[in-house]
């Protein structure tokens, strides 16, 4: 199922999930607006009913762009069981799985309004307050567990969206039981005590520490494989192996060898995921291990040390250092 490393998934996958929240903030105001639109009689019926179905259809469209591209990504490779079921993913079980919940809480919702005609108004009425559980598991999941979450822009947007849901839900609750000032500084702290709290958590204890990308300086665990081919005169010795650090990264190295004269060789290191690429040769072979020299597409260089200890017939373990 994990069928590309290319960053354009990636972006795809990060891009449709912003894009959903955004679309379902929206849907979830047009919702309590719907509510109250007998306070706001000036408002055209297909500003609220037709623009709020429409909206849900879109952010259905968005959430499934968003799983079936992080499903076909092999960087953080989640499987369908993953993907499904709550707390099966091993990358940051808590708020993968509200994700999960959300997408699935908002599928419920969305059969609901297929079989609207079926259903007694007042059940449906009470189904769609899930809208809000919805969207508080979407913030959640989103500061929690996406990678952009303490950028100053995406931090804008969760905490503009949080303002402006909470803001709004304390005038629906408010604006028949109290004085028209009570309502507006109550709408006020609530928005800001929102806003805060999401800045607070996002630059806090929720702030994502990236991993490299394309580092020209590294060091990790490094688990592979040796293979040799061997012909009338000359044989050919290759190794292929992961590098599983906070920089991931594949390498292999091959050495054309003769009797006592090692004749050509080649070396090669791709980062993951950018799949940048550092091409070169390797310059001095141990028992154990190579040191070799790459460059990249921009130019730089790269200088690489590996070593290893046979752990079965022809894999190994060990560690690799690269610097500039």
């Given at each position: 199922m994990h069928l590309t490393t290319s960053p354009v998934d990636w972006y795809a996958a990060r891009?449709?999930?912003?894009?959903?929240?955004?679309?379902?903030?929206?849907?979830?105001?047009l919702g309590m607006t719907m509510a109250g639109r007998k306070q706001l009689r000036r408002w055209p019926r297909f500003a609220l009913e037709?623009?709020?179905?429409?909206?849900?259809?879109?952010?259905?469209?968005?959430?499934?762009?968003?799983?079936?591209?992080?499903?076909i990504d092999a960087y953080l490779p989640f499987s369908l069981r993953a993907l499904a079921i709550p707390f099966v993913a091993s990358y940051r079980p808590l708020f993968t799985a509200l994700g999960i919940v959300a997408a699935e809480l908002l599928l419920a919702l969305a059969i609901t309004n297929r079989y609207r005609?079926?259903?007694?108004?007042?059940?449906?009425?009470?189904?769609?307050?899930?809208?809000?559980?919805?969207?508080?598991?979407?913030?959640?999941?989103?500061?929690?567990?996406?990678?952009?979450?303490?950028?100053?822009?995406?931090?804008?947007?969760?905490a503009g969206s949080s303002a402006l849901v909470l803001g709004l839900g304390a005038w629906r609750a408010?604006?028949?039981?109290?004085?028209?000032a009570r309502?507006?500084?109550?709408?006020?702290?609530?928005?800001?005590?929102?806003?805060?709290?999401?800045?607070?958590?996002?630059?806090?204890?929720?702030?994502?520490?990236?991993?490299?990308?394309?580092?020209?300086?590294?060091?990790?665990?490094?688990?592979?494989?040796v293979s040799r081919d061997d012909g009338?005169?000359?044989?050919?010795?290759?190794?292929?192996?992961?590098?599983?650090?906070?920089?991931?990264?594949?390498i292999r190295a091959d050495l054309l060898i003769e009797p006592n004269r090692l004749e050509a060789t080649s070396f090669q290191l791709e980062y993951l995921p950018s799949g940048q690429v550092c091409k070169g040769r390797v310059v001095r072979v141990r028992s154990y291990g190579f040191?070799?020299?790459?460059?990249?597409?921009?130019?730089?260089?790269?200088?690489?040390?590996?070593?290893?200890?046979?752990?079965?017939?022809?894999?190994?373990?060990?560690?690799?250092?690269?610097?500039?």
């Amino acid at each position: 199922m994990h069928l590309t490393t290319s960053p354009v998934d990636w972006y795809a996958a990060r891009a449709a999930g912003v894009a959903a929240y955004l679309l379902l903030t929206i849907v979830v105001c047009l919702g309590m607006t719907m509510a109250g639109r007998k306070q706001l009689r000036r408002w055209p019926r297909f500003a609220l009913e037709d623009v709020h179905r429409f909206g849900g259809l879109l952010v259905g469209s968005f959430v499934a762009i968003h799983v079936f591209a992080i499903a076909i990504d092999a960087y953080l490779p989640f499987s369908l069981r993953a993907l499904a079921i709550p707390f099966v993913a091993s990358y940051r079980p808590l708020f993968t799985a509200l994700g999960i919940v959300a997408a699935e809480l908002l599928l419920a919702l969305a059969i609901t309004n297929r079989y609207r005609d079926r259903l007694s108004h007042a059940f449906w009425r009470r189904a769609h307050y899930l809208n809000l559980a919805v969207w508080s598991a979407a913030t959640i999941h989103g500061l929690g567990s996406g990678t952009d979450r303490s950028t100053s822009w995406l931090l804008a947007i969760f905490a503009g969206s949080s303002a402006l849901v909470l803001g709004l839900g304390a005038w629906r609750a408010l604006h028949r039981r109290a004085a028209p000032a009570r309502v507006g500084l109550a709408t006020a702290a609530l928005a800001a005590v929102g806003a805060v709290v999401i800045v607070a958590a996002g630059s806090g204890p929720l702030r994502f520490s990236p991993r490299p990308w394309n580092s020209t300086a590294f060091a990790a665990p490094l688990a592979g494989r040796v293979s040799r081919d061997d012909g009338v005169s000359r044989a050919l010795v290759s190794a292929t192996a992961t590098a599983r650090g906070r920089q991931r990264a594949l390498i292999r190295a091959d050495l054309l060898i003769e009797p006592n004269r090692l004749e050509a060789t080649s070396f090669q290191l791709e980062y993951l995921p950018s799949g940048q690429v550092c091409k070169g040769r390797v310059v001095r072979v141990r028992s154990y291990g190579f040191d070799a020299q790459c460059s990249a597409v921009d130019g730089t260089r790269r200088f690489v040390s590996a070593n290893w200890q046979l752990v079965g017939g022809d894999t190994f373990q060990g560690r690799i250092v690269v610097h500039a």
